[in-house]
């Protein structure tokens, strides 16, 4: 596939007609007008082009934006990995294309391997042969990738999610609609309601997910769970929306009935069906991290994903060990580190890893950078006193920190009002742009007795490992 010539890519749907004329040819200046990309009408070129600098700028996390919400807009991620090409931008370019790879699976081949072609100049030897492996085998979002930056359909993963195994079969490591057919088979519906709710946020187009997890809600009478969900995902672009509409109308008129029970399941079978692999040293992943310290809510996986990081050196993996200072049953902690790795919340290194002793604050500084699509982030506590942060200066940090202070109090105050009448969780607030993506983002962090809040300028890249590290510094220090 080539890209459309300037010339060709001139016609009325180019960003190139869509925008202001700067002035007069000698001028050095921009107009300092607003620019909003998710207000311009789309561009169908392959490349678009834009004569204000600050659109060019913003079109890639706009692109970014749009593929999140819908992971099959093939058009989106052809223009933002030619953009990020054109704009000679290596890691940016090899991100693109690992969230095409991701969300085309083993459809595609011709498109995936003609783009990795025209873009194979700017990335190195050990990216495009990763890539190349992945044109017949489907490239899994819990992949580890070699220099993955601003990627939206990756989890972050730098070790393996293979930590526990069926004794059957060591690779066995079942995709999230298997694990929920598995469940559903077991008579466990709450726990395929997790996995297909899971599988729903990593695909939302996926038409089978949909109608297995409104079949599990209309079944068990979950409207709470329904309309939870349906609030979660109201940005994406959900697969079947009819079937929404009507679950919706039928929730709705129907009196509301008590779910059913949770069914018992039994886990002397799970003991014996799976064995933990003692040879890896254990941390969660940015997503397994995320959920660890996004809620000061105790629960079984909140609690494991913590107790993986309050050492500052990572231990051997025993299960012995974990179980004691988890006061788990060993049963009950296979079953919910099966669950942890099918939701690839927690990943194996073959090396310990560490947090270092002292001088936490550069490291954290250093942390902060690659969270922020624009390199700009600030750590502070409840009270609004910052302790970490880069590419901000002190006014502006000031100004930050005392707008998450308060943020952290409206939270605070209408977080079960929000919970109980909308269905929503608050996990961050953010002031956004007219297409809804961050351009000042803060995301509380509930460690021990002590709440922080990260604040971050721009898009958010929190599926880094960079994310993992700071929050285990965090939890070491303070949990």
């Known amino acids: 596939m080539q890209a459309d010539s300037p ?54 996390g706009y692109l970014e934006s749009r593929i999140a919400r819908n992971p099959r807009d093939l058009l989106s991620h052809v223009q933002r990995i030619l953009l990020h090409h054109e704009k000679g931008e290596p890691d940016a370019c090899f991100a693109a294309l690992a969230d095409l790879f991701v969300a085309l699976g083993a459809s595609g081949r011709e498109l995936r391997e003609n783009l990795l072609r025209q873009t194979a100049d700017l990335l190195t030897g050990e990216q495009v042969r990763l890539l190349q492996r992945h044109l017949d085998v489907p490239l899994t979002p819990d992949l580890p990738l070699p220099g993955i930056g601003a990627s939206s359909l990756t989890h972050g993963v730098s070790g393996s999610t293979g930590v526990i195994a069926s004794v059957h079969s060591l690779d066995d490591n079942p995709d999230l609609l298997h694990a929920a057919y598995q469940s559903l088979e077991a008579g466990d519906e ?32 979950l409207r709470d769970a329904f309309f939870s969900a349906q609030t979660r995902f109201s940005s994406r672009k959900l697969a079947l929306p009819e079937l929404w509409e009507k679950l919706e109308r039928h929730f709705h008129a129907a009196p509301e009935i008590s779910a059913k029970p949770k069914p018992q399941t039994s886990q002397e079978t799970k003991v014996t069906d799976y064995q933990l692999l003692e040879q890896y040293y254990v941390l969660p992943t940015p997503a397994g991290a995320f959920y660890a310290v996004s809620s000061s809510e105790p629960d079984p996986m909140r609690k494991l994903l913590l107790a993986l990081m309050q050492d500052r050196v990572t231990p051997k993996f025993k299960l012995d060990t974990l179980s004691a200072r988890l006061d788990i049953e060993k049963p009950a902690l296979l079953d919910l580190l099966r669950q942890a790795q099918t939701l690839a919340w927690i990943q194996g290194f073959e090396t310990p890893r560490e947090t270092p002793a002292s001088r936490i604050g550069p490291r954290l500084e250093t942390l902060l950078a690659p969270l922020s699509a624009i390199h700009k982030g600030l750590l502070v506590d409840w009270n609004g006193f910052a302790f970490a942060r880069h590419g901000i200066d002190d006014e502006t940090a000031a100004t930050l920190s005392a707008l998450a202070a308060d943020i952290a109090a ?25 297409y809804g993506a961050s351009r000042i983002g803060a995301w509380p962090l509930f460690v021990g007795d002590q709440r922080f809040l990260l604040v971050l300028q721009g898009e958010p890249r929190l599926n880094l490992e960079q994310f993992v590290e700071l929050t285990w510094i965090l939890v070491n220090r303070y949990g």
């Open 7 to 60: 010339e060709q890519a001139s016609g009325k749907d180019t960003l190139d007609e869509l925008v202001f004329d700067p002035g007069e040819p000698t001028r050095t200046e921009t107009p300092a007008y607003p620019i909003e990309p998710g207000l311009l009408p789309r561009s169908r070129a392959l490349l678009p082009e834009a004569d204000d600098p600050r659109l060019t700028e913003r079109l890639g």
């Open 190 to 221: 709450e726990r395929a309601r997790r996995y297909l709710e899971q599988a729903l946020d990593q695909d939302p187009g996926d038409a089978t997910v949909v109608m297995e997890l409104l079949a599990l809600y209309q079944r068990n009478h």
């Open 410 to 434: 409206v939270e605070n105050r209408h977080a079960a009002r929000l919970k109980k009448y909308l269905g929503v969780a608050s996990q961050g607030w953010a002031a956004v742009d007219a």
